[in-house]
């Protein structure tokens, strides 16, 4: 008894099986896609990611405003410092158009902003004759 539900079962299932459309193979991967793009001469469908730091304008990759490229990388101005995706002046300098500048009086040495020589800073930061 046992052995005829198991044959039973088994008829059943592969009948059921039978019974299940069949898609149409389709292959997948690659090769195809380029073969499909050959095809359709559309070699532009598949657009290239831009590197790091840098957008889609069109079909380049350009910088961020106030940055230049160079190779594949996107550098701030000599006297800046690069954060993420943006280019900040050092400490104590603001930026005036892409440069960064030192407040009125004081000099620039290196990346510092200092008071001219003869003067000294006061308890509000302002650069005094002494």
Do not use: T
Not at 42 to 53: A, T
């Amino acid at each position: 008894m046992l052995l005829k539900h198991l044959i039973f079962s088994i008829v059943l299932g592969a009948i059921a099986v039978a019974a299940l459309p069949q898609p149409e193979s389709q292959e997948w991967g690659l090769e195809v896609r380029d073969n499909e793009e050959q095809m359709n001469n559309n070699h532009n469908h598949h657009q290239k990611n831009c590197p790091d730091g840098q957008f889609r304008k069109g079909d380049r990759c350009v910088c961020p405003d106030g940055q230049f490229k160079k190779g594949n990388h996107c550098f701030c101005p000599d006297d800046q410092i690069k954060m993420g995706n943006r280019c900040f002046c050092p400490d104590g300098q603001f930026k005036k158009g892409n440069r960064c500048v030192c407040p009125d009086r004081e000099v620039r040495q290196g990346n510092r902003c200092k008071c001219p020589k003869n003067e000294y800073r006061d308890h509000n930061g302002n650069c005094r004759r002494g």
